[in-house]
């Protein structure tokens, strides 16, 4: 089991910045992915910025150039630099962790920008 520690959430006025950090504890060897996901309000969860092992990235078109993912793997914590932020960026924001074929989730961080 992986269980996982999501911290930075709240509230920003548009155009402000937010830095949500992620600590994974438990059976954290062979972890390939570490990333964040975001589900509005009546909107499927999304995919927002992933990391993998290699240190290749992947992010949502919605936060290219504001959004920055990166991993301190000697603390097995994973962050997420949101500039820029916008009121269609709120969201509850959840960590999540791929190890082996299984996916381990946080409980989630509400991010909420006010226009």
């Known amino acids: 089991q992986v269980q996982l520690v999501e911290s930075g959430g709240g509230l920003v006025q548009a155009g402000g910045s937010l830095r949500l950090s992620c600590a994974a504890s438990?059976?954290?060897?062979?972890?390939?992915?570490m990333g964040w996901y975001r589900q509005a309000p009546g909107k499927e969860r999304e995919l927002v910025a992933r990391?993998?092992?290699?240190?290749?990235?992947n992010y949502a078109d919605s936060v290219k150039g504001r959004f920055t993912i990166s991993r301190d793997n000697a603390k097995n914590t994973v962050y997420l630099q949101m500039n820029s932020l916008k009121p269609e960026d709120t969201a509850n924001y959840y960590c999540?962790?791929?190890?082996?074929?299984?996916?381990?989730w946080g409980q989630g961080t509400q991010v909420t920008v006010s226009s």
């Open positions: 999540n962790v791929l190890r082996g074929r299984d996916y381990y």
């Open positions: 438990g059976s954290i060897f062979s972890i390939n992915a």
């Open positions: 990391i993998f092992r290699s240190g290749t990235t």
